[in-house]
């Protein structure tokens, strides 16, 4: 087999099961080389391109390493090798720990000796500007015509903790033993992987694989958690992102891990402005809409937590379950701390969830029996999802007897803890026995609400034949044109074009507006007038704008005046780093002002529709608030779903239709305004 298919480089036409032989061969180079060449190793142990061999040795790697250092006949006590080309044999795995500027050539000798795959350390490449860009792209391009795949680079490495293979610079392994778990982890970050080590380790717990992909030039980190759906010592991926590359491979990761029972858990920057941009000075990724992010990770079925805490607290949370179906979104808490309980309550009220009954056994204690039997009515109780534990000083000062009433409660449904004071004993016999335990009450609120929210993979609707719409996309540069677009994908279009000087074929009053390619915002422009009572009216209001905007504009439409229930905005963007994704929300002037918007990737359902209007607040008075007469939502869903087809037209970047006017139920919706690119 050629070396190209043997590690997992896309080849036409392969099959399933060549793909699956491909990845099993990569996954075992890239997390349990025998043979490792360090490229660049320095003789000076106090260097960072030492620790790589120090940390090798001290954890006990039992493979070969090959140290490449030209001007040394040993490094750190082993024979060096002047160059790459000297290495006897097969070498499986090469970490390249050269300067930027000889990187290229590192590759180069990787590709001419066959390394299956090489990890580079140095920096300066796509976050550097447009030549560490193009350095990036070459030193790819080599590798790939080779049949090498590369991690990094600004990687500092893999650690396979159960097979004691330490290959990396990261400063955590001066710890004389990462403690191995079941868990496993994915960084664009080398220095928060190292974090997150010490962080477990500090909980007693550990990990199983530890990568950090860095720039992810080649190896993606979708693709490494996919590979580590496969792997028997991994039981839940945790990922730390910075941003979303190849989604294609995330999405393929998350199904098959929830086909496998193996949760996957994602941290991503960007929530923020600031730090979208520290993200992407930081790896040179395109920041997209955190929003989109989101919508992403609920339609694959990765659960996204917003604590870092809770990153590390949540898998037993998710460990041998499913989404919950139809939340009820609200807890029942039983807590030896009436302080404890509350702030527990305040987070969850913050994020959402409801406490449909705390019981207090302040003055009863924590004693084993009653704390089991009160968890368990809790947790089975059909007003609530789970059971909360709050468990106050006797988890420090009584650790065995403080949580053991949890301990003997854990069962199929879930249960998690917090523990109000700093209780490291309590927390590692949780741990080990499965309970999910946290150490603040915003982490604890934030798995809960994390927990909640997971959903299954969804299926991909088919945006059905969009043949009719695609073929009047050549003119859809302006209002008309996009209507017309629109209204082949199924939206009520409402709208004739008109001549001022003839009567329209419409009942007055009607709403005029000009017909331009350039003017976005035509209500500012003065390209709108409204409530037109008749003839005279309207040739007025047309020359006025014929004044004010000349050859802007290329003639009017009009429609007949509507008042409605609600005003809904639609968007639809192919997002940078997900792709097609559809929003929703509160529309008119203010929509940009209030930013009242739920997104999914599209296309959407009719049924994945409703569920986007139940969560826009301003829609409330359409869903019958208060007594409010209820307007037309299930019109609002099929327009929002037939929108959301324009995912299969990939000529189309953006659209919006803004205000989509919701009638009285049974009366439909009524598109105002519409925008393509």
């Not at 609530?384 to 988890?395: E, N, T």
Request: net charge neutral; aromatic share 4%.
């Amino acid at each position: 087999m050629a070396r190209s298919r043997r590690l997992g480089i896309e080849a036409p036409g392969e099959a399933g099961q060549i793909a699956r032989i491909m990845t099993s061969t990569l996954s075992s180079v890239l997390f349990d080389p025998r043979r490792i060449a360090l490229i660049g190793a320095s003789t000076d142990a106090a260097r960072l391109t030492a620790r790589a061999q120090v940390y090798l040795r001290r954890h006990g790697f039992t493979g070969e390493l090959f140290p490449v250092n030209p001007r040394a006949e040993t490094v750190l006590n082993e024979r060096a090798y002047k160059s790459l080309r000297d290495v006897p044999g097969q070498v499986d795995f090469a970490y390249v720990l050269v300067n930027t500027q000889n990187v290229e050539a590192a590759i180069g000798d990787c590709v001419a000796r066959g390394v299956p795959v090489a990890c580079v350390l140095a920096d300066g490449f796509a976050e550097a500007g447009p030549e560490g860009v193009a350095l990036q792209r070459r030193i790819v391009d080599a590798a790939h015509a080779g049949g090498l795949r590369l991690l990094g680079p600004n990687s500092m490495g893999v650690i396979n903790v159960p097979a004691r293979t330490a290959c990396s610079v990261n400063a955590v392994l001066e710890i004389d033993a990462l403690p191995a778990g079941r868990w496993s982890l994915v960084s664009h970050s080398g220095s928060v992987m190292g974090t997150l080590a010490s962080r477990a380790a500090a909980r007693g717990a550990g990990f199983a694989k530890i990568v950090g992909t860095g720039n992810e030039a080649d190896l993606s980190a979708g693709e490494i958690a996919d590979m580590l759906v496969d792997d028997p010592d991994t039981d839940a991926i945790l990922l730390f992102l910075e941003t979303i590359r190849r989604p294609d491979l995330f999405e393929r990761a998350a199904r098959r891990a929830h086909a496998a029972g193996k949760p996957i858990v994602a941290y991503k920057l960007g929530r923020s402005e600031a730090a979208a941009k520290l993200a992407t000075t930081h790896t040179g990724a395109l920041a997209g809409s955190d929003a989109a992010a989101d919508a992403f990770f609920r339609a694959v079925g990765i659960v996204r937590v917003d604590q870092l805490e809770a990153l590390l607290e949540i898998p037993p949370l998710l460990l041998g379950r499913r989404p919950v179906e139809n939340p009820k979104r609200a807890v029942r808490i039983v807590t030896t701390t009436g302080g404890g309980g509350a702030m527990v309550v305040d987070r969850l009220g913050i994020a959402g969830i409801a406490t449909a009954h705390m019981l207090d056994t302040t003055l009863a204690g924590a004693s084993r029996d009653f704390v089991a039997t009160a968890l368990n009515d809790a947790r089975d109780a059909d007003d609530a999802d789970l059971a909360v534990a709050v468990i106050g000083s006797s988890a420090q000062f009584r650790p065995q007897e403080g949580v053991a009433g949890v301990i003997a409660a854990k069962g199929r449904n879930p249960i998690c803890a917090f523990l109000v004071p700093e209780a490291p004993a309590a927390l590692r016999l949780l741990s080990g026995s499965g309970v999910a335990a946290f150490r603040t009450p915003e982490a604890c609120a934030d798995a809960v609400r994390a927990y909640l929210a997971w959903q299954p993979p969804r299926p991909v609707p088919d945006a059905g034949d969009v043949a009719p719409a695609r073929a009047l996309l050549g003119a859809a540069g302006d209002e008309p044109g996009a209507r017309a677009v629109f209204a082949a994908l199924g939206l009520p279009n409402g709208a004739v074009a008109v001549d001022p000087d003839a009567p329209p074929p419409l009942a007055y009053p009607v709403a005029l507006k000009a017909v331009s390619a350039t003017i976005a915002h035509k209500t500012e422009a003065g390209a709108v007038a409204l409530n037109i009572q008749d003839a005279a009216a309207l040739r007025t209001a047309a020359a006025g704008m014929r004044a004010r905007l000349g050859d802007q504009i290329s003639g009017f439409i009009a429609q007949p005046m509507a008042k409605g229930l609600a005003e809904a905005i639609l968007g639809y963007r192919r997002d940078p780093l997900v792709g097609p994704v559809v929003a929703l929300g509160a529309g008119g002037v203010l929509a940009e002002v209030y930013r009242d918007v739920v997104l999914r990737l599209a296309p959407v359902t009719e049924t994945e529709a409703r569920g986007m209007i139940a969560e826009v607040r301003g829609l409330a008075p359409a869903r019958g608030y208060r007594g409010l007469p209820k307007g037309d939502l299930d019109a609002l869903a099929r327009a929002v779903a037939a929108f959301s087809r324009l995912a299969a037209l990939e000529e189309v970047t953006e659209a919006e239709v803004n205000p989509l006017i919701v009638l009285p139920e049974g009366q439909g919706v009524v598109m105002a305004d519409a925008l393509l690119a």
